[in-house]
């Protein structure tokens, strides 16, 4: 059983207003492969060369074959304790908001509710072009790239580097971090922005920061509280403390 600092535990009991962000890391223990970890998807390849504009357009193909791949390892995966104990911080709190830059939809699976998508949703697809939602089928067998009917190619609705996040999700992400009084930062390395300013954001504005994460990050040091070990074992054992 984990100990908890007496601040945390009295923020537990008395805290309104909470916010959550999450990486990768939550949905390792699905079985779903981390960025950088060294199971890490960039392993085989680089961020740079897939999860950009420029590699789209470069290679649509390779770019499409990299996402449904990904998409076939998602379609298999469940949410674990983690997720779940999430959904129970959600009940527990006032006003509580949950912040991801997973694109793989377990919060969503899992019964998560107030969920901003800062890096969009990997099993949603739009127009490169106009940005229309694209709801037919992907087959890229063929070789030939889907196309909107403006003409525009196909792409997955998630953000790429050098993108801009969507309004919606990132002001409401913002907004989350700078109002709330308990802000936990799981399963993410902290070095994507703007998601990896969030959690500053928050301590800079009087919340208690608590980080969980396998392993340090540049947010260790500023965290109120570092929990090192897995969010599916270390979320459940926080609830248990709520329910206490
Ligand atoms: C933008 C979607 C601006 C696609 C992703 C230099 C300095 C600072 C910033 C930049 C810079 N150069 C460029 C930038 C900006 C860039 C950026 O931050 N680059 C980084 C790499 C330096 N950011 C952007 O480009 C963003 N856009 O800034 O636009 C702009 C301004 C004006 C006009 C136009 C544009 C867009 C960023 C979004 C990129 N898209 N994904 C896809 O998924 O294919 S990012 C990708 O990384 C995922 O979304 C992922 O969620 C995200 C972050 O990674 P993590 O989630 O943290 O995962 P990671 O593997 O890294 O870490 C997992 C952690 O979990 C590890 O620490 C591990 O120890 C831990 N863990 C593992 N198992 C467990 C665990 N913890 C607990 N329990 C376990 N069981
Ligand atoms: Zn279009």
Known sequence: MIELPE???KLLRTAKKVAVLTGAGVS??????????DEGLWKKFRAEELATVEAFMRNS????????????LISSVKPNAGHYALV???????????ITQNVDGLHRAAGSRNILELH????????????QPFEGEIDISRGDIPRCECGGKIRPDVVWFGELLPAHAINGAFDASDTA?????????????????????AKRNGAYLVEINREPTPLSDIADCAL?????????????KLKE
């Open 88 to 98: 129970e911080l959600e009940n527990h709190f006032e006003d509580f908001t949950l």
């Open 7 to 9: 601040k945390l535990l």
């Open 28 to 37: 390792a223990e699905s079985g779903v492969p981390t960025f950088r970890g």
């Open 61 to 72: 193909r390779l770019v499409w074959e990299w996402y449904m791949y990904r998409r076939e």
């Open 181 to 201: 009084e308990l802000f936990f930062s799981v399963g993410t390395s902290a070095l994507v922005h703007p998601a990896a300013s969030m959690p500053v954001t």
């Open 120 to 131: 969009g949703n990997i099993t949603r697809n739009k127009c490169f072009d106009c940005g």
């Open 228 to 240: 090192h070990g897995k969010s599916g074992d270390i979320l459940p054992q926080i609830v248990e």
